[in-house]
């Protein structure tokens, strides 16, 4: 698991998002087990209280729970997934739409281009 | 402070079976070329003090250079022990080394002294037949050993204080104020002169166990003097150790 | 609760020079806080005044609530900018006298760390490479079940492979009991494994700050931070 980390930004911030990914392209299915707090720190080589703080607002997203005993594990809730899901890819379309406006693009031409963009991304 | 001696030992043990080996290597040579050629007995005798005067030289500063050594070492400063065991690892390594070259020397000369014509046999066993003077000498030979190292630790410690270059002269210049300071106020105290000691007498062939009549209170003055100093020295060592020897 | 260190307008002069100037700050157990500064600001002498081989001129440094003595010692594991052993030593015998001589030595914890840093017992000290001395000198530190154990700049001049295996073994000891505290002024690695950072500048603590808060306030990295502070050195 090789992650390049931003020292610029809160690595807790980037650790969640890295596990949202995780879940949302099905790398970690649902019900899945997580790695420990220990193990991660281990692997990524950072602070273990950095991990516990990320896993702390996973679990208060519901994203994440814990099961006593047994360890951690992603939330079975398929509509939490989709809700994640949505949630970066809001991120991604604000920062997109933003981007073409800026370059003087307007509703139109965006929904075009994009649908163009994608038609030839399918087809590779 | 044993698990200190355990270091202070191996640290220098390559020096000291070095020095042991070579040193009876040339006693065993002495002893044979003694059996050679008769007439050189006295040269032989000589030789021999000699070298026994040498390898107690070397284990002596080897002891001296590993407190020094010690000082400044962080694996040593960091140990959580009270300087006092410090010292006392070495102290017991000098003991240690001076009963293993008592030894060798008194199995060296049983078989030298004999061989040497100008040395009166019943002398010597006279004086060992004297419980009180062997054990007065012995003793007394301890004593001094583990006072000179002390002593001389001391001037260490008060060199190590200072970060200095020239922080040697000050350990030796220390070393040398304090003997002197120290014999003098005996002195005062005691008079001139040896107050007690062994005294060869010419006149019944023996020896004899001197002890001082008039001087002030006697042995047991002269012993408390050293007692005390001793302990000032180790006082003083501790001090400096807790407080004033940084790394 | 009780801090794990404490420095209370501590004051450390040679000559007419501080190399510490009233600092005083606090560290809680279950930490790992980088102490940061470049050469001569003060860190290393920060150190050797908690490991007790330094005292400071005025002020006070207490490990558990307790003064600096026989007593820290014993919970503090500090790891110098110099060696930890006797040139005659091999790594056995560098082994053996942590073991004998510090009550919380974890042999077991040793010997998995000799494996990790792959050193060999029968080694000679003197014949070790630079790179193979810091592991051993970290092997020898973190083996102890101390409180408080105490890095000075383990990773300078030290190869990426060895970097990297230190980075591993002090976030694979950690533990919240203990606190870690590791001096340094290389902080691109090594920034991620730190809860906090304390920045010494001249003898003076100029900032003492968990490391998520600077990275969310000042949005920066702390190796930018550093560099900020410490351009004119």
Same mark, same amino acid.
């Given at each position: @698991?090789?992650?390049?980390?931003?020292?610029?930004?809160?690595?807790?911030?980037?650790? +969640?998002?890295?596990?949202?990914?995780?879940?949302?392209?099905?790398?970690?299915?649902?019900?899945?087990?997580?790695?420990?707090?220990?193990?991660?720190?281990?692997?990524?080589?950072?602070?273990?209280?950095?991990?516990?703080?990320?896993?702390?607002?996973?679990?208060?997203?519901?994203?994440?729970?814990?099961?006593?005993?047994?360890?951690?594990?992603?939330?079975?809730?398929?509509?939490?997934?989709?809700?994640?899901?949505?949630?970066?890819?809001?991120?991604?379309?604000?920062?997109?739409?933003?981007? +073409?406006?800026?370059?003087?693009?307007?509703?139109?031409?965006?929904?075009?281009?994009?649908?163009?963009?994608?038609?030839?991304? &399918?087809?590779? | $402070?044993?698990?200190?001696?355990?270091?202070?030992?191996?640290?220098?043990?390559?020096?000291?079976?070095?020095?042991?080996?070579?040193?009876?290597?040339?006693?065993?040579?002495?002893?044979?070329?003694?059996?050679?050629?008769?007439?050189?007995?006295?040269?032989?005798?000589?030789?021999?003090?000699?070298?026994?005067?040498?390898?107690?030289?070397?284990?002596?500063?080897?002891?001296?250079?590993?407190?020094?050594?010690?000082?400044?070492?962080?694996?040593?400063?960091?140990?959580?022990?009270?300087?006092?065991?410090?010292?006392?690892?070495?102290?017991?390594?000098?003991?240690?080394?001076?009963?293993?070259?008592?030894?060798?020397?008194?199995?060296?000369?049983?078989?030298?002294?004999?061989?040497?014509?100008?040395?009166?046999?019943?002398? /010597?066993?006279?004086?060992?037949?004297?419980?009180?003077?062997?054990?007065?000498?012995?003793?007394?030979?301890?004593?001094?050993?583990?006072?000179?190292?002390?002593?001389?630790?001391?001037?260490?410690?008060?060199?190590?204080?200072? &970060?200095?270059?020239?922080?040697?002269?000050?350990?030796?210049?220390?070393?040398?104020?304090?003997?002197?300071?120290?014999?003098?106020?005996?002195?005062?105290?005691?008079?001139?002169?040896?107050?007690?000691? /062994?005294?060869?007498?010419?006149?019944?062939? =023996?020896?004899?166990?001197?002890?001082?009549?008039?001087?002030? @209170?006697?042995?047991?003055?002269?012993?408390?003097? !050293?007692?005390?100093?001793?302990?000032?020295?180790?006082?003083?060592?501790?001090?400096?150790?807790?407080?004033?020897?940084?790394? | 609760?009780?801090?794990?260190?404490?420095?209370?307008?501590?004051?450390?002069?040679?000559?007419?020079?501080?190399?510490?100037?009233?600092?005083?700050?606090?560290?809680?157990? =279950?930490?790992?806080?980088?102490?940061?500064?470049?050469?001569?600001?003060?860190?290393?002498?920060?150190?050797?005044?908690?490991?007790?081989?330094?005292?400071?001129?005025?002020?006070?440094?207490?490990?558990?609530?307790?003064?600096?003595?026989?007593?820290?010692?014993?919970?503090?594991?500090?790891?110098?900018?110099?060696?930890?052993?006797?040139?005659? +030593?091999?790594?056995?015998?560098?082994?053996?006298?942590?073991?004998?001589?510090?009550?919380?030595?974890?042999?077991?914890?040793?010997?998995? +760390?000799?494996?990790? @840093?792959?050193?060999?017992?029968? !080694?000679?000290?003197?014949?070790?490479?630079?790179?193979?001395?810091?592991?051993?000198?970290?092997?020898?530190?973190?083996?102890?079940?101390?409180?408080?154990? $105490?890095?000075?700049?383990?990773?300078? =001049?030290? !190869?990426?492979?060895?970097?990297?295996? /230190?980075?591993?073994?002090?976030?694979?000891?950690?533990?919240?009991?203990?606190?870690?505290?590791?001096?340094?002024?290389?902080?691109? !690695?090594?920034?991620?494994?730190?809860?906090?950072?304390?920045?010494?500048?001249?003898?003076?603590?100029?900032?003492?700050?968990?490391?998520?808060?600077?990275?969310?306030?000042?949005?920066?990295?702390?190796?930018?931070?550093?560099?900020?502070?410490?351009?004119?050195?």
């Amino acid at each position: @698991m090789a992650i390049e980390f931003d020292n610029n930004l809160p690595i807790y911030i980037q650790i +969640m998002n890295y596990i949202k990914k995780q879940i949302i392209t099905g790398h970690l299915k649902p019900g899945d087990k997580i790695l420990s707090v220990r193990e991660l720190a281990s692997e990524l080589q950072i602070n273990p209280n950095t991990i516990q703080r990320t896993f702390q607002e996973l679990e208060r997203e519901l994203i994440v729970e814990t099961r006593r005993g047994l360890g951690r594990y992603v939330t079975s809730e398929e509509t939490k997934i989709m809700e994640i899901k949505k949630d970066m890819a809001g991120d991604l379309l604000d920062h997109f739409i933003q981007g +073409m406006q800026e370059l003087g693009f307007d509703k139109d031409d965006i929904v075009k281009i994009v649908t163009h963009a994608v038609d030839e991304s &399918k087809e590779e | $402070m044993l698990k200190l001696f355990k270091y202070n030992w191996l640290r220098n043990s390559t020096i000291f079976y070095a020095t042991i080996t070579v040193l009876l290597l040339l006693q065993a040579a002495l002893i044979i070329a003694d059996s050679y050629w008769e007439n050189i007995d006295g040269l032989i005798l000589g030789l021999s003090v000699f070298v026994f005067s040498i390898g107690a030289l070397i284990l002596f500063t080897q002891i001296c250079s590993t407190y020094n050594i010690n000082l400044k070492s962080y694996n040593r400063r960091l140990l959580p022990v009270a300087p006092i065991k410090e010292i006392g690892a070495l102290v017991l390594l000098q003991i240690i080394y001076v009963l293993i070259m008592t030894a060798l020397i008194v199995i060296v000369n049983l078989i030298l002294l004999p061989k040497i014509s100008f040395v009166d046999m019943e002398l /010597i066993r006279n004086f060992f037949d004297s419980p009180s003077l062997v054990i007065f000498t012995f003793v007394s030979g301890i004593w001094f050993a583990v006072s000179i190292l002390v002593f001389i630790m001391l001037a260490i410690a008060i060199a190590a204080c200072f &970060k200095t270059k020239n922080r040697v002269w000050i350990g030796i210049t220390a070393f040398i104020i304090i003997v002197a300071l120290t014999g003098y106020i005996s002195e005062l105290l005691f008079g001139a002169g040896v107050s007690a000691g /062994i005294e060869l007498t010419t006149g019944e062939a =023996g020896f004899k166990l001197l002890t001082p009549g008039d001087k002030l @209170m006697g042995l047991s003055g002269e012993i408390a003097y !050293d007692v005390i100093l001793m302990l000032l020295a180790l006082f003083a060592m501790t001090y400096l150790m807790n407080k004033k020897i940084e790394l | 609760m009780k801090p794990l260190l404490e420095f209370r307008d501590v004051v450390k002069k040679y000559g007419a020079k501080s190399a510490v100037d009233h600092v005083s700050f606090q560290i809680q157990p =279950g930490k790992i806080v980088g102490l940061l500064g470049s050469n001569g600001s003060g860190k290393s002498t920060m150190m050797k005044m908690a490991a007790g081989i330094t005292h400071p001129s005025s002020g006070q440094v207490l490990i558990d609530g307790t003064g600096v003595g026989i007593k820290t010692k014993a919970i503090t594991s500090f790891m110098p900018d110099s060696t930890l052993t006797d040139e005659w +030593m091999r790594v056995k015998d560098a082994i053996a006298f942590y073991q004998d001589n510090y009550a919380d030595f974890d042999s077991s914890k040793a010997k998995d +760390m000799l494996e990790f @840093m792959k050193l060999n017992n029968q !080694d000679r000290v003197n014949t070790l490479s630079k790179g193979m001395k810091e592991r051993l000198q970290l092997t020898l530190t973190l083996s102890r079940n101390a409180k408080l154990y $105490m890095l000075d700049e383990p990773i300078g =001049g030290v !190869d990426p492979v060895a970097r990297g295996k /230190i980075l591993d073994a002090i976030v694979e000891y950690y533990n919240e009991e203990s606190s870690i505290i590791v001096s340094t002024h290389l902080l691109q !690695d090594i920034e991620r494994i730190f809860d906090e950072v304390i920045l010494v500048k001249n003898g003076k603590l100029l900032l003492q700050d968990e490391v998520e808060n600077i990275r969310i306030n000042k949005k920066k990295s702390i190796d930018e931070l550093f560099k900020e502070v410490y351009a004119e050195c």
